[in-house]
C-alpha cells in the first residue's frame, strides 16, 4: 500500500525530466541531439524487452521489430512518397506490432532459452532475406526520404531537433502507458508468470495470452523505436535486424534493470553515450569498454541501474523499521 | 433447493485403464462432502474432471444446473469452482499480500486481454477483498512476508485463500493438510471450515486422516476403484464394512464416542 504512494513522486519527477529535455532541445549540440534521438529510440525497444523480461523471457530477437519499423518507414516513404513523420513513427510501430502478433502464436507457447531463440532465428530470417533482396539495396540498405510534420518540412539543425522533440513525445506517451500497464493485472502477473503459471492458469487467466500481449507490446515499441532511428539517422539497412543488434539491446536493458520504466530511458542514454565516447577516443578497444561496463553493471548493480533509486529508497526505509 | 453440484454417470479412461467409472453423485449447496479412498482409486481424476483439468470420456457434470461437462478450467473457475493444491501453489516471490491481491485482482476483472491491462491490479475492491481474506485465514501477521519463507501451514492457508478470494460457491481442496504435522492438522482444518463456512461455501475435499474426515465433513464418498463405493453421512460411511475392508486406514479410526471421551 505504501508503494501506491511512492509511484506518484516517480512519475512527476519523469514528467519534469521530459519536459526539461524538451526546453533544452534549441540549446543543445547538435551531437547531443542526435545521440539523445538515437538513445531515446532505442529506449524504446528496451522498454518492450523490460516487459518480457519482468515475466522471465528474453527476446535476443528484438532488432526484427526494430528493423521492420525502420524498413516500413523507408519503404512508405519511397513507394507513396508519404513523409510525414508522425503517421510513419505510427505506421512502423503497427506494422512491427502486427507482425509481432503472428509470431506470438508461436513465440508464446515458448519460454527460457526457446523463446531466446526462437526469436533470434526469426530475426536472422529477416536479416537474411534482406540481404539477398537487390531491389532494397542488399547489405547496404538505402536512405530514407526527408520526413516531413504535418508539411512543414525542417532541414538541417531544425530537422534534427523536429525528430527529438516527435522521439520524446513517443517516449512520454509509452511511458505513461507501460507504467500504467506494469500496475494493470496484466502487468502485474509477470511474476506470476515467472513463479508459477500453473496457479495463473488456475486463477482463470490463460497465461499464452498474456505472454502473447507482451509479445505484441514489445514488438510495437520496438518498431516505434526502429521506425524513430531510421528517420534520425536518414538510412537503413539490414544489419538492423542482425543478432548483434538485437544484443545490444538486451545489453541495455542488462544495465537498466527491470525495476522502474525510467531506467530504460536512463540506460539507453548511458549506453549510447559511452558507445560514443569509446569509440571516439578508443577506436580500437570501444567493445572492450562496453564489455568492461556490462561486467562492472553485473557485479555491483546486478539489478541494474534501476536498482540504484531502490536502494536508496530502502536505505531511507531502514532506520524506520529499526524504530 | 436444487443441487449445486450434479454429476452423472461420469467416466474417464485412458487408452484401456479406467480411471474413474459410474460416478454419479449431487452435492447439495453448503454441504462438506470428504473424498476418501486409496492412491489411485480416482479422486483426484474425479476433481479434474470437476474443474476441466480433464475431459470426461462420458457423462455429464452440472454445476448450479448448468452443464459444464468438458469446458475449458479458466471457463470453469469463472463460473464458480475452485480449487486447491496438494501442493501449495503460490507465487514465492511477492509477499502474502501481494499474492492475495493478484488473485483478488483477476476473480474482479473479466479475464479478457482488454479488461486485465485496463484494471489496475490494486483497485480499491481488490485491495479489501483481499485484506478480508487474509484477516479470513488469520494470516494477518505475515501480510508483507515473501511467500517462500513462510511456514507450511500458512502456505497451505494462502493457498486455499488464494482459491477463495473470488468468491466461488464450489470449493475443491487436494489434500489440504497433506505436508502438514499432525499436531497443526487439526488447527489448520478449523481455520480453513471456519473461513469457508463464514462465505457459505460448498466444499469437497480430498482427505487420508479418517480423524479429519470424521470431524469436519457432513457427507463422505468412499472411492474404490475409480468409483464411488460408499456415499453417505461421515458415520455411515467410516463404518461401512465394504469401506473398511478395501480403504486401508479407516478402520483405525478411534469411534467418534471414544475421540469425545479422549477429548
Known amino acids: ?323 | 433447493m436444487t443441487d449445486i453440484l450434479a454429476v452423472r454417470d461420469l467416466e474417464k479412461t485412458f487408452g484401456s485403464l479406467v480411471a474413474a467409472r459410474d460416478i454419479t453423485v449431487s452435492v447439495p449447496a453448503q454441504q462438506t462432502v470428504g473424498v476418501i479412498g486409496a492412491n489411485g482409486a480416482g479422486k483426484t481424476t474425479f476433481i479434474n474432471m470437476i474443474t476441466g483439468h480433464l475431459t470426461p470420456s462420458k457423462g455429464a457434470i452440472l454445476f448450479e444446473g448448468k452443464d459444464i461437462t468438458g469446458k475449458p478450467s479458466r471457463e470453469i473457475t469463472k463460473l464458480g469452482i475452485s480449487r486447491s493444491f496438494q501442493v501449495a501453489q503460490i507465487f514465492p516471490s511477492l509477499t502474502v499480500f501481494e499474492n492475495m491481491c493478484i488473485a483478488a485482482a483477476i476473480a474482479s476483472g473479466d479475464g479478457g486481454v482488454i479488461g486485465n491491462i485496463a484494471t489496475p491490479v490494486k483497485s480499491a475492491a481488490a485491495t479489501a477483498e483481499a485484506e478480508a481474506t487474509i484477516d479470513l485465514f488469520q494470516i494477518a501477521r505475515y501480510r508483507h512476508v515473501a511467500a517462500n519463507v513462510l511456514p507450511q501451514g500458512v502456505r497451505k492457508l494462502l493457498d486455499i485463500g488464494m482459491a477463495v478470494v473470488g468468491g466461488p460457491r464450489l470449493l475443491l481442496l487436494d489434500e489440504p493438510t497433506s505436508g502438514i504435522s499432525i499436531e497443526e492438522k487439526f488447527d489448520l482444518m478449523n481455520v480453513v471450515m471456519s473461513a469457508l463456512k463464514a462465505r457459505r461455501i460448498t466444499v469437497l475435499f480430498v482427505e487420508h486422516d479418517m480423524e479429519i474426515v470424521a470431524q469436519f465433513a457432513d457427507r463422505v464418498l468412499a472411492f474404490y476403484d475409480g468409483t464411488v463405493i460408499a456415499d453417505g453421512s461421515a458415520h455411515e460411511t467410516l463404518d461401512n464394512p465394504k469401506v473398511q475392508e478395501l480403504i486401508s486406514g479407516v478402520r483405525l479410526k478411534p469411534k467418534p464416542g471414544e475421540e469425545a471421551a479422549r477429548a
Not at chain 1, 63 to 84: E, M, N, P
Not at chain 1, 174 to 193: D, E, K, M, N, T
Not at chain 1, 254 to 275: D, I, M, N, Q, T
Open chain 1, 1 to 323: 500500500m505504501q508503494k501506491s504512494f511512492s509511484i506518484a513522486p516517480a512519475q512527476i519527477f519523469g514528467a519534469i525530466m521530459f519536459v526539461a529535455a524538451a526546453a533544452a532541445g534549441p540549446l543543445l549540440p547538435d551531437w547531443i541531439v542526435s545521440l539523445t534521438t538515437i538513445a531515446f529510440a532505442n529506449a524504446l525497444v528496451v522498454l518492450g524487452l523490460v516487459v518480457l523480461w519482468r515475466a522471465g523471457l528474453v527476446s535476443f530477437g528484438q532488432a526484427l521489430y526494430y528493423c521492420i519499423g525502420a524498413y516500413v518507414v523507408a519503404l512508405s516513404a519511397r513507394w507513396t512518397g508519404f513523409t510525414d513523420a508522425i503517421a510513419l513513427v505510427l505506421i512502423g510501430g503497427i506494422a512491427a506490432g502486427f507482425v509481432a502478433f503472428l509470431i506470438g502464436f508461436l513465440l508464446a507457447r515458448y519460454r527460457e532459452i526457446f523463446f531466446a531463440m526462437l526469436s533470434l532465428a526469426l530475426s536472422m530470417i529477416l536479416y537474411g532475406v534482406l540481404v539477398k533482396t537487390e531491389s532494397l539495396g542488399s547489405t547496404d540498405g538505402f536512405s530514407v526520404e526527408t520526413p516531413t510534420f504535418f508539411g512543414y518540412a525542417p532541414h538541417g539543425e531544425m530537422l534534427g531537433r523536429s525528430l527529438y522533440w516527435l522521439t520524446l513525445a513517443i517516449d512520454a506517451a509509452a511511458a505513461v502507458f507501460i507504467a500504467w500497464y506494469f500496475r494493470s493485472v496484466a502487468g502485474s502477473l509477470a511474476a506470476p508468470i515467472r513463479d508459477n503459471e500453473i496457479r495463473v492458469e488456475f486463477l482463470g487467466v490463460s497465461v499464452t495470452r498474456i505472454i502473447h500481449t507482451k509479445v505484441v507490446i514489445a514488438g510495437v515499441l520496438g518498431g516505434l523505436g526502429g521506425a524513430l532511428a531510421a528517420m534520425s539517422v536518414g538510412h537503413v539497412d539490414p544489419n538492423m535486424a542482425y543478432w548483434t543488434t538485437s544484443g545490444g539491446f538486451v545489453f541495455v536493458t542488462v544495465l537498466a534493470g527491470s525495476g522502474y520504466v525510467a531506467a530504460a530511458f536512463v540506460g539507453s542514454l548511458v549506453f549510447e553515450a559511452v558507445r560514443s565516447f569509446a569509440y571516439a577516443f578508443m577506436p580500437q578497444f570501444w567493445q572492450l569498454t562496453l564489455g568492461t561496463v556490462l561486467l562492472l553493471t553485473i557485479l555491483f548493480l546486478p539489478d541494474g541501474i534501476g536498482s540504484l533509486v531502490s536502494r536508496l529508497k530502502r536505505r531511507q526505509q531502514a532506520p524506520e523499521a529499526g524504530l
